[in-house]
């Protein structure tokens, strides 16, 4: 029985990155259950034992990359900062981190965030922010007046998507990361955010 969960696991997972690739390389609503298979060579009928339907792949892709990017900050955040600022600060390090390992994972998560599809995927607030509660936590109860009073989404908004724009900047060769680096970066985003 061992055996078979290992297969099937390699399986579900063999789904979820060959549906990536094709998200990166022709975009969100080109996903269909036949192209999954011949990315695959999983037959159809097998990939409906693990996804009830297209909807179902694009939601458990999106959240599974969501869910290795809280994975990854949870690691890489020391949570004993206490000082509120250096913890954002120390947050937008590890998103920056996290999309020079995983450039391709941080790039499926944004086509899904700028993509109508989203809204038809019926993904709670609680399914989408999973495992970034911390974060949240740690921003809602900062001390009044150091961040900008907004709902903790916006802010750490603020820290997130400037970094994303400055690495597909990088990896499009449209910005020098020696003359505009990513302190410079964090640095701005802070001060839009205090």
């Known amino acids: 029985m061992r055996q078979l969960r290992e297969k099937d696991t390699s399986k579900y997972n063999k789904i979820i990155d060959e549906v990536g690739k094709i998200i990166l390389t022709e975009g969100i609503s080109s996903v269909s259950m036949s192209k999954i298979a011949k990315a695959t060579g999983i037959s159809s009928s097998t990939i409906y034992v693990y996804f009830t ?11 599974e990359n969501k869910k290795n990017l809280a994975d990854y900050l949870a690691k ?4 004993t900062i206490t000082d509120d600022l250096q913890y954002i600060r120390s947050y937008m390090e590890a998103v920056y981190a996290f999309g020079q390992e995983n450039f391709e994972a941080l790039m499926i998560i944004d086509q899904f965030n700028h993509s109508p599809i989203l809204m038809q995927l019926n993904i709670s607030v609680v399914e989408s922010y999973a495992g970034f509660e911390m974060l949240f936590e740690r921003v809602d109860r900062a001390p009044a007046g150091i961040f900008k009073a907004v709902e903790p989404i916006i802010l750490l908004t603020f820290g997130y998507t400037p970094i994303v724009m400055y690495l597909q900047a990088i990896k499009l060769e449209q910005i020098d990361p020696k003359s505009t680096t990513i302190n410079q970066i964090i640095d701005m985003s802070i001060k839009a955010i205090t």
């Open 53 to 63: 339907d297209k909807d179902d792949v694009l939601k458990k892709v999106y959240l």
């Open 76 to 79: 890489q955040i020391d949570s």
